[in-house]
């Protein structure tokens, strides 16, 4: 096995020896990286006469020395790296180079929802919707004539909301993911990694967080249509200036995890030092927007088709948003 890391963010990497000489990408910065030749074999040492001790000569067996208390043993540790001296660690996975994928960056962003986990989640927001929606219409059937009056229905909305909220919160929180995911220079949708139990609270504030990073953006015009119900060129200037700066805030809110991020010296600051690109993303962020908006409920299509596809479209948009912090997290220098 060869064993080296990454020169650009340290990453300890083991390949086998086959592998020696090739290059590949880093499974953690993704950076283009060459795997070292396999060290040769040294040549065995000269053995060296003992010269025998007084223990050897008294046919005394060799001192034993007691283990080190484990805080002891922690400074012997700490030392030896401070001095720069190797410190085993523990061993890591084997980690293969990963290979730059053929597809061009478009389809590749495209692309980013054909997965398992991205099928999966997509099957999952379509259907539990209707399942959950033939059920509460079973339930009204069956206790209607009980209740005249719409009161049957009443009562199926109120026992079904629970679950569509909680439903809505997941899907908040899954699409977030999708940004954190895409930030770390994954190209396909992944599983959520649940290191703890995962509560209705983690739901909750994600959503509001979500809704804040819109929000932040879209006041000024929402603001001046409930004033004025006018839709005059003021009303487009607004809507224009919060759509340009959507994108950032929604990205910054997300890779943050934090309302803080919603600052608006540090959205323009962010903008002014990526501007270029950033036109960019706002133009892939809209042309995305528009197909899933107003094309494709327009296809004559099943409505859970349709359903699926502007889903699809959503975790691509929230891949774009992740490969550009991805690209570009060193002009940004949000220090993550």
């Known amino acids: 096995m060869v ?34 030749p396999a060290p040769e074999p040294a040549a065995p040492e000269a053995v060296v006469p003992k010269k025998p001790t007084l223990n050897d000569l008294l046919d005394l067996p060799a001192p034993t020395q007691a283990p ?16 720069g001296q190797s410190v085993p660690l523990p061993a890591d996975p084997l980690a ?19 997965s398992s986990s991205g099928a999966v989640n ?6 539990a919707p209707q399942i959950v929606a033939f059920v509460g219409n079973c339930l009204a059937r069956f206790i209607g004539p009980a209740l ?36 770390r220079g994954h190209r396909r949708a992944s599983d959520i990694q649940m290191t703890r139990a995962l509560s209705f609270g983690d739901l909750l504030s994600q959503t509001i967080l979500l809704i804040a990073c819109v929000a932040i953006s879209c006041w000024p015009v929402a603001v001046y249509y409930v004033l004025t119900e006018r839709t005059d060129a003021w009303y487009w200037l607004l809507g224009a200036v919060g759509v340009f700066f959507l994108p950032m805030s929604f990205l910054g809110g997300v890779v943050f995890d934090s309302f803080e991020a919603l600052n608006p010296l540090l959205i323009l600051q962010s903008i002014w030092r990526t501007l270029l690109p950033y036109g960019a993303l706002v133009l892939f ?49 949000w220090g993550i």
Do not use: M
């Open 148 to 183: 005249p009056g719409g009161g049957a229905a009443y009562l199926t909305r109120l026992l079904t909301l629970p679950f569509y909220i909680v439903f809505a919160c997941y899907v908040c929180y899954y699409i977030a993911h999708c940004v954190i995911d895409s930030s």
């Open 3 to 36: 064993t080296f890391r990454c020169p650009n963010c340290g990453q300890k990497i083991r390949v086998p020896d086959e592998k020696a000489g090739r290059t590949g990408r880093c499974p953690r910065c993704k950076a283009r990286i060459q795997v070292p």
């Open 122 to 127: 997509i099957g999952v927001f379509v259907i």
């Open 285 to 333: 962020f809209l042309a995305i927007a528009a197909l899933a908006t107003a094309v494709i409920p327009r296809l004559p299509i099943w409505a859970f088709l349709r359903l699926a596809v502007q889903i699809y479209l959503l975790l691509v948009l929230a891949n774009g948003l992740g490969r550009f912090y991805w690209r570009y997290r060193d002009r940004l220098d």
């Open 96 to 114: 293969e180079v990963i290979e730059e994928p053929r597809l061009p960056w478009f389809l590749d962003a495209l692309a980013y929802p054909v």
């Open 68 to 83: 080190l208390p484990r805080s002891q043993a922690d400074e012997v540790v700490t030392s030896e790296a401070e001095q």
